[in-house]
């Protein structure tokens, strides 16, 4: 009598849910620096499940101290592609760049012509998400990038004491 053993399937998607035909997608990157990567339908609740995938990555890499502060980051990055792109998905990448360094990115497919953001004035009511993500973040920048564009921002991981 023989026995076969075989090893548990590892599934290549920790997280999906169908939307239509579009898919929300959760997955791990098997090599390199610790990374967490996501893909969303672009729609109002694209920015809150950015916000729990990056808090949980954050918590995972023992950075609980910067989750409230990348929460805000990712949101108004996702917020944005939600309300002033046509694309219909948004890809968001966490990384441990360094050891004293996570870098957030928010890609998305939209081709239109990039504007540099200018300062609204006192009473409007939005226009300011970027100047957020440039106070908030040590570095960031936007990026033209062949599938449309690319919006990272890091944090200094030794700036925050736990």
């Known amino acids: 009598m023989t026995s076969t053993l075989t090893a548990p399937v590892q599934p290549e998607t920790v997280h999906a849910i169908e939307v239509g035909v579009m898919q929300d997608r959760i997955i791990p990157e ?23 995938g990056v808090v949980l990555a954050l918590k995972t890499w023992g950075l609980e101290q910067l989750a409230d502060t990348a929460e805000l980051l990712v949101s108004e990055l996702v ?19 360094a050891e004293t360094t996570v870098r957030i990115m928010v890609l ?32 960031w920048d936007i990026e033209r990038v062949s599938t449309g564009k690319r919006i990272w921002c890091e944090l200094d991981t030794k700036k925050v004491q736990p």
């Not at 990567?37 to 729990?52: H, I, W």
């Not at 939209?110 to 973040?137: H, I, N, Y």
């Open 30 to 52: 098997p090599v390199g620096p610790p990374s967490y990567r996501a893909s969303y339908v672009t729609r109002d609740t694209a920015p809150g499940k950015a916000r729990r």
């Open 79 to 97: 917020t944005n592609t939600f309300v002033h792109t046509d694309s219909r998905t948004v890809g968001v990448v966490v990384t441990r760049t």
């Open 108 to 139: 998305d497919t939209d081709r239109a012509e990039m504007s540099v953001p200018t300062c609204p004035s006192g009473d409007e009511e939005s226009g300011r998400g970027l100047f957020l993500v440039a106070a908030l973040a040590d570095r």
